[in-house]
């Protein structure tokens, strides 16, 4: 099962689970799941020394310029990398 697939999964059971706190417990495992999907940065921008950044498209945190990064330091969400970079 993909992690997409996985995320709709929950999302249609969160609600119909007799087990006290299952909304929770799946809006958790929702939230861990849609982290592995990747995302990608958002468009760079300069900061105010007017060096070029890369925003982490979730938390908007500065990503690293490495490239080995596969995920967020400040968040954990996956980082989509653009094919040639």
């Known amino acids: 099962m ?3 697939e996985a995320i709709e999964w929950f999302k249609k059971r969160r609600n119909g689970s007799p087990m006290a ?3 929770k417990m799946f ?3 929702i ?3 849609e982290k592995q999907v990747p995302m990608k ?3 760079q921008e300069m900061d105010i020394d ?3 950044i890369t925003p982490c498209g979730f938390c908007c945190e500065e990503l690293p310029h490495n490239s080995l990064y ?3 330091p ?3 969400q996956r980082i989509l990398h653009e094919k040639g970079h």
């Open 70 to 72: 596969d995920f967020c």
């Open 27 to 29: 809006d958790t495992a």
């Open 74 to 76: 400040h968040c954990g």
């Open 2 to 4: 993909e992690n997409r």
């Open 50 to 52: 007017g060096r070029a």
């Open 41 to 43: 940065p958002l468009p």
């Open 21 to 23: 706190g299952a909304r």
């Open 31 to 33: 939230a861990a799941l």
